[in-house]
C-alpha cells in the first residue's frame, strides 16, 4: 500500500500548481482522501469521500485549492490557484480509514512522503 504524491515546485506569487498522489496496492475507489501541509505544524486542506461526490476545504484554501480524485487512475489531485507566501510547505495525501473523510489526522492509515511546494515571494 503505497502513496506518491509529485508536482511540487517553486511557484511565483499568484501562480498555480497542480499536485498529484498516486495510489497503489489497495482499492483506491474506497477511501476517502485528504492533503495535509506541513509548514511546519500539519494542517488538513482538502478532504474527498471515496466516491468524490464530497469534499473539504480549509478556510486558508477556500476559493483557491480544488481538490478531485480519478478513481479509474487510482490518483488523487490537488489544483492550486492564486498562491500565497502562506502555501509554501510539504505537502502530504492521505488516506482515511473509511469512505467518508474525517477532520482528525489520527484517522488517516496511510501517508505519502510529501511534495515541497514554496513560493518564491
Known amino acids: 500500500e503505497r502513496l506518491v504524491e509529485s508536482g511540487g515546485a517553486l511557484v511565483q506569487p499568484g501562480g498555480s500548481l497542480r499536485l498529484s498522489c498516486a495510489a497503489s496496492g489497495f482499492t483506491f475507489s474506497l477511501y476517502a482522501m485528504a492533503w495535509f501541509r506541513r509548514a511546519p505544524e500539519r494542517e488538513l486542506l482538502a478532504a474527498i469521500s471515496?466516491?468524490?461526490?464530497?469534499?473539504y476545504y480549509a478556510d486558508s484554501v477556500k476559493g483557491r485549492f480544488t481538490i478531485s480524485r480519478d478513481n479509474g487512475l487510482n490518483t488523487l489531485y490537488l489544483q492550486m490557484d492564486n498562491l500565497e507566501e502562506k502555501d509554501t510547505g510539504l505537502y502530504f495525501c492521505?488516506?482515511?480509514?473509511?469512505?467518508?473523510?474525517?477532520?482528525?489526522?489520527?484517522?488517516?492509515?496511510?501517508w505519502g512522503q510529501g511534495t515541497q511546494v514554496t513560493d518564491t515571494s
Open positions: 492521505a488516506r482515511s480509514e473509511s469512505t467518508m473523510y474525517s477532520l482528525a489526522h489520527y484517522s488517516y492509515d496511510n
Open positions: 471515496a466516491n468524490g461526490d464530497t469534499t
